[in-house]
């Protein structure tokens, strides 16, 4: 069994061979887990024609779908002829029963792994420098009246900060920044908030952003003729975006809206928007910074809001990942009995 979803003590009591190899769901493996789940199913079956490989996860199905298109290019390179038959069947339950992978990161990875298979990426192990990270357009977050009562652009606007993370560590969060909704663009400067160098990165990147904004909760009693509010600070998800550094090759990376994680999905993004990350081969600003933009507003506050890193206990307490529901082992059971 190889299971893709976070680790299940129930899994384990049930099976003596499981294969720990699971990620946070709605995000891509890690290009090496990858590598290791397709080299590890290869290696599995390889050994004995009866053999079957069980892959399980919870909640979604795209980790499924991830793992089965990437093995579909693993066996059709390093597998044998005879093994035709099987990939057909594959793509067909890839069809069938898991559908088109939904976030363009999961897409972006399969074709990393495919481009490093087939020799069309060469890997680049030099580690990378990000210096500023501009968004085109203004993401529509904010309602159509202000948090006093006062009007605001119809057009919206957002408070944004934005979240690195380097291999699921949290490496920089940005301050906020008011934008309003007629900016054509903002652009957070990274390497400025570090006395002019960048930020290393280096391996499986995740950059998201976050809309910063309030959720009044009532106070005092219900029946009191004059209630009043207190604001709760919460944040919402703009758009994420995955991706390796071995695969980058220019100083200069985009992601149209297609290619932005829930962004893609999300009309309140401009569908004319896209992000850049601009990047230094090393850690002096050397290349030229990106054109200037109008000012935005920017609030450095400490911040518990935006100090809070959503990756910093992979165990995760979701229930679609915990422990409480062993129907699906029982079906590993069956299936294995067959």
């Not at 890690?30 to 909640?59: M, N, Q, T, Y």
């Not at 044998?80 to 990875?109: N, T």
């Not at 920017?298 to 165990?315: A, I, K």
Request: one cysteine or more; aromatic letters at 8%; a negative charge.
């Amino acid at each position: 069994v190889f299971n893709l979803s976070e680790p299940r003590r129930v899994t384990r009591s049930h099976h003596e061979r499981v294969r720990e190899l699971g990620w946070p769901a709605d995000l891509a493996p890690p290009l090496e887990r990858l590598c290791s789940v397709c080299k590890d199913i290869e290696s599995w079956l390889s050994e004995d024609s009866h053999r079957i490989a069980v892959i399980h996860a919870r909640g979604s199905k795209d980790r499924i779908g991830v793992v089965i298109a990437a093995y579909m290019h693993y066996s059709s390179i390093c597998g044998s002829a005879d093994q035709a038959l099987d990939r057909f069947a594959m793509s067909r339950y890839l069809e069938d029963k898991v559908g088109d992978l939904e976030q363009p990161s999961h897409k972006r990875y399969v074709e990393y792994f495919s481009g490093l298979l087939s020799g069309s990426i060469r890997i680049n192990s030099a580690p990378l420098y990000l210096t500023h990270v501009t968004v085109l357009g203004a993401p529509a977050f904010e309602p159509a009246e202000g948090r006093d009562g006062g009007s605001v652009d119809a057009a919206g606007g957002c408070r944004a900060f934005i979240k690195v993370y380097e291999g699921l560590i949290p490496v920089y969060t940005s301050g906020v920044y008011s934008v309003c909704g007629g900016t054509r663009q903002f652009t957070v400067n990274v390497a400025g908030e570090r006395q002019r160098r960048g930020l290393q990165l280096r391996g499986d990147i995740l950059l998201k952003c976050y809309h910063r904004h309030y959720h009044p909760v009532p106070t005092g009693s219900p029946s009191s003729p004059v209630a009043s509010a207190a604001e709760h600070p919460q944040r919402e998800l703009i758009f994420a975006c995955q991706f390796h550094t071995c695969a980058v090759t220019d100083y200069t990376l985009s992601f149209t809206r297609q290619e932005l994680d829930f962004a893609c999905s999300d009309l309140r993004f401009p569908l004319d928007g896209a992000v850049e990350l601009h990047f230094s081969a090393t850690p002096e600003v050397r290349l030229p910074s990106p054109a200037p933009t109008p000012a935005v507003p920017v609030d450095t506050t400490d911040d518990p809001v935006t100090r809070w890193d959503s990756y910093e206990n992979l165990t995760m307490g979701s229930p679609l990942d915990g422990d409480t529901d062993i129907e699906d082992i029982n079906d590993v059971d069956r299936i294995c009995e067959q």
